[in-house]
């Protein structure tokens, strides 16, 4: 059916800017005909040459489970030699970069009553990252290894795509880069090939709404700051 294009980027709109990062949810399940659903959706997403260089782990009841008591208790143990396989933030933030890091985490951690300097309760919530805050669904999203940046580039584009086709069913996400640090247990868990590389994870699953660091509001950059109009 043919929306008229008003009704189409209305809806658009909306699902864009209603999808938000959730760091809780209920466990109610999702049907495996939804999340095929979203995935089948996302993969329209462009890819230079139509490469397509996704590919999705979809962790549902005792394989999430099995994933998260392993990581948990490599977290919890803090062994030494995890950490992340490539580089996701720079080596040393600067500003404006700085500042809204700094912006984010701390309107978290002010919600959740955990105050500066309180690490035992940072630490505790940093943890709710390997229990997929709770979702009923963990997505582990991996790329060959051997692919060059514009995959990269084009992975971002799918991601946004299982994000958005998530939000227009009713769905949230929370796309996550603390699993990089223990991509050695996830290879091992869910068997990766030789050329397999993490890219991420992502929780999915309906929102608690009586969860407070669900009402966490993130702010946007003016287009002033990063948009130049050459005429």
């Not at 043919?2 to 864009?16: C, I, K, S, T, Y």
């Not at 959706?41 to 392993?70: D, F």
């Not at 940046?149 to 009713?170: C, E, I, K, S, T």
Request: hydrophobic share 45%; proline share 5%.
């Amino acid at each position: 059916m043919n929306l008229p294009r008003e009704v189409q980027q209305a809806a658009l709109d909306a699902v864009m800017a209603g999808r938000h990062s959730v760091r809780a949810f209920l466990p109610t399940e999702v049907p495996r005909e939804r999340l095929a659903e979203i995935l089948a959706i996302a993969r329209r997403a462009p890819s230079g040459t139509n490469l397509q260089p996704w590919r999705v782990h979809v962790l549902t009841g005792a394989t999430r489970r099995r994933l998260v008591a392993a990581v948990c208790a490599a977290y919890d143990a803090d062994e030494a030699g995890h950490r992340a396989e490539y580089d996701y933030y720079p080596a040393e933030f600067f500003e404006p970069y700085l500042g809204r890091r700094r912006k984010i985490g701390w309107g978290l951690y002010g919600l959740l009553g955990i105050a500066k300097g309180d690490a035992p309760k940072m630490r505790a919530q940093m943890r709710r990252n390997y229990e997929f805050f709770g979702a009923p669904v963990g997505l582990i999203f991996t790329i060959d290894r051997r692919m060059g940046q514009g995959g990269w580039l084009d992975y971002g584009m799918f991601l946004q795509g299982v994000m958005l086709a998530a939000r227009a069913r009713g769905l949230d996400t929370c796309p996550q880069v603390a699993w990089l640090d223990y991509h050695r247990i996830i290879a091992e868990v869910l068997g990766f090939g030789p050329q397999e590389q993490l890219v991420c994870g992502m929780s999915l699953g309906y929102a608690d709404p009586a969860a407070v660091e669900n009402s966490l509001a993130t702010e946007r950059a003016e287009l002033e700051e990063f948009v130049a109009f050459h005429d």
